[in-house]
């Protein structure tokens, strides 16, 4: 997963509410098993159409940062949601409230999602709608839009694994490698029928294509 620390880029504006995973990634195409190049499949319905898409116009097309309403990713639980907005490049997305599944496969995902209210999302709005070009700093949980510095919240550890590139995987690998390498040394050493070298793996999978 690739890090994420800072971003700077124009904000695309999508202002409606209630935006479904359905919306964004459309249940006929969740039979394509890569992740690779869902991002054309993103808001399909959307696209193509009489209407230009904000995604498809220019400054926009480049955004990595999308600002929506009120409960964007609610509805079906689907991963691929997600995977087809970070196969567009959108790394952030700034909204009102989310649909609770959604937000946090954005934190499996590498995208940061923001929580905004009042003020602070009308600011950032308008500088959606402009075309401003707005940073967004994790590491000090900033939303810079010209001279106006906004505060986010998120939580440590998501912060941390965002920063750090890591998965839900990776995430636990990297805490508790202490305690998974100690509990392999006492299963070796309490179970060793249980424990296989390297090489046994190979003559396994020798004798399965002999059967």
């Keep these: 997963m690739e ?6 880029s124009v904000a695309a504006p999508l202002m409606e509410d209630a935006i479904d995973t359905d919306v964004i990634f459309p249940a006929r195409f969740l039979l394509l098993l890569e992740r690779d190049g869902l991002g054309r499949y993103a808001f399909n319905e959307r696209r193509g159409g ?9 400054p926009y097309d480049k955004a ?7 409960t964007f990713g609610t509805g079906s639980s689907r991963e691929q949601a997600v995977w087809a907005l970070a196969d567009l490049g959108i ?15 954005c934190f499996k995902n590498g995208v940061l999602p923001i929580r905004l209210q009042g003020e ?3 600011r950032m709005e308008k500088a ?3 075309g401003e070009e707005v940073e967004v700093d994790l590491p000090s949980q900033t939303i810079r839009v010209g001279d106006t510095a906004i505060a986010f919240e998120i939580e440590a550890n998501r912060k941390r694994a965002l920063m750090a590139g890591l998965d839900e995987i990776g995430a636990i690998l990297s805490d508790d490698a202490e305690a998974l390498a100690a509990y392999e040394e006492r299963r070796a050493r309490e179970t060793p029928w249980l424990v296989l070298a390297p090489e046994q793996f190979g003559q396994i999978k020798s004798e399965e294509d002999a059967a």
């Design 91 to 105: 790394r952030c997305v700034i909204a009102r409230s989310f649909g609770e599944i959604f937000h946090a496969n």
């Design 128 to 130: 959606a709608r402009a």
């Design 120 to 122: 602070e999302m009308a």
């Design 3 to 8: 890090k994420l620390t800072k971003l700077r």
């Design 64 to 70: 990595q940062i999308l600002v929506t309403g009120e």
């Design 50 to 58: 009489n209407e230009p898409f904000v995604l498809d116009q220019p």
